[in-house]
């Protein structure tokens, strides 16, 4: 649930960062296990030339494989945008692919990215895969994914809102997230305000060590040194 909206300038401070530096700050704080709330390799971004976005998750639940003749017939389409319009941004659109395997059909291209941009989103997190890259990268909108696919095929939003399961992390309406070329990674509200503060202080640690192993005189006992007191400061 959404708890708190960050400023723009605390948006855009986050996003001067990558990936790997947000969470390694977010060690910092001790909230959460060292292997919780980043999304498997399995997701990788499909556009890496596009820089870092960070945003709050709207959600979505999909099927492309064709319908069971059983299957309810419903429009959700409506209601979802209104959703997403109506939800704090910036944001990102995060759809859990139900068929399974998952990846039959791409919920978003171009149009569908240009309708979200329209809405505040910044970007798409599927478990399924997308489309148009070439089209949706002109926009500046990201996308994440298992792979690039062919066709949209029978997708249909089967629901939306709800809690969804992307490679094994569950993410909720209004979860904050930082993305870029190494992956996805879910900030927790509570560190949030402090991150850009923490990321700047990850990056002061690790310049003695980078001086270290640049410099022309470089000694590894001096870098097995340094690195000692580096490792004991993250863990204090």
């Known amino acids: 649930m959404l708890t708190s909206v960050l400023s723009a300038e605390e948006i855009d401070a986050l996003k001067r960062f990558n990936t790997p530096t947000i969470s390694n700050a977010i060690e910092l704080f001790d909230v959460r296990p060292r292997a919780c709330g980043f999304l498997s390799h399995q997701i990788r971004c499909l556009l890496p030339e596009l820089g870092p976005i960070v945003g709050y998750a709207v959600t979505s639940e999909t099927r492309a494989a064709a319908p069971e003749p059983d299957e309810p017939k419903q429009d959700l389409l409506g209601d979802y945008l209104r959703y997403v319009a109506k939800t704090p941004g910036p944001k990102i659109a995060v759809g859990w692919d139900r068929d399974e395997p998952a990846g039959l059909g791409a919920?978003?291209?171009?149009?569908?990215?240009?309708?979200?941009?329209?809405?505040?989103?910044?970007?798409?997190?599927?478990?399924?895969?997308?489309?148009?890259?070439?089209?949706?990268?002109?926009?500046?909108?990201?996308?994440?994914?298992?792979?690039?696919?062919?066709?949209?095929?029978?997708?249909?939003?089967?629901?939306?809102?709800?809690?969804?399961?992307?490679?094994?992390?569950?993410?909720?309406?209004?979860?904050?997230?930082?993305?870029?070329?190494?992956?996805?990674?879910?900030?927790?509200?509570?560190?949030?305000?402090?991150?850009?503060?923490?990321?700047?202080?990850?990056?002061?640690?690790?310049?003695?060590?980078?001086?270290?192993?640049?410099?022309?005189?470089?000694?590894?006992?001096?870098?097995?040194?340094?690195?000692?007191?580096?490792?004991?400061?993250?863990?204090?």
Do not use: M, W
Request: hydrophobic share 40%.
């Open 107 to 236: 919920q978003f291209g171009e149009v569908t990215a240009t309708i979200h941009q329209k809405l505040g989103c910044v970007g798409h997190i599927t478990s399924g895969c997308a489309r148009d890259l070439d089209e949706v990268k002109a926009l500046g909108f990201q996308l994440f994914g298992l792979n690039p696919c062919v066709s949209h095929a029978y997708v249909r939003l089967v629901g939306f809102g709800a809690p969804v399961n992307i490679a094994g992390t569950v993410i909720r309406t209004g979860d904050l997230i930082h993305a870029d070329k190494h992956g996805v990674c879910l900030i927790p509200h509570e560190v949030a305000p402090k991150l850009a503060e923490a990321c700047a202080e990850v990056e002061r640690r690790e310049r003695p060590l980078l001086e270290c192993c640049r410099s022309g005189e470089f000694s590894l006992e001096e870098y097995i040194k340094l690195r000692s007191v580096t490792h004991a400061k993250t863990h204090e």
